[in-house]
Nanobody
């Protein structure tokens, strides 16, 4: 079973930046992804990356401000968020699947989830 633990969230003013981290443990990890869920909304895909090889896939609406990366030596994935806006306020989750997800990832494809980290953008 895969274990995931997010960190790095907080309260920041608009225009600021944050880097979220997700520690990944377990075996047979195929894909790791970032999602977010704002209050009252459904869970939204941000980006995903194959755990072994491959390149990240971003949702078009966020790709100009958000960057996903991984460090397999540290068993960690990151989400760099720049030029944050109030609309980015949400709980941010990392998720994993033992499968190599092809195409646009969906939350239902990921059986393993972290507890989430709160990001609040407010002035």
């Amino acid at each position: 079973q895969v274990q995931l633990a997010e960190s790095g969230g907080g309260l920041v003013p608009p225009g600021d930046s944050l880097r979220l981290s997700c520690a990944v443990s377990g075996s047979t990890v195929g894909t790791v992804a970032w999602f977010r869920q704002a209050s009252g909304n459904e869970r939204e895909t941000i980006a995903s990356v194959p755990w072994s090889g491959g390149i990240p896939h971003y949702e078009d609406v966020l790709k100009d401000r958000f960057t996903m990366s991984k460090d397999r030596a540290k068993s960690t994935v990151y989400l760099q968020m720049n030029s944050l806006k109030p609309e980015d306020t949400a709980v941010y989750f990392c998720a994993a699947s033992s499968r190599r997800i092809v195409g646009v990832p969906r939350a239902t494809q990921f059986p393993y989830w972290g507890q989430g980290t709160q990001v609040t953008v407010s002035s």
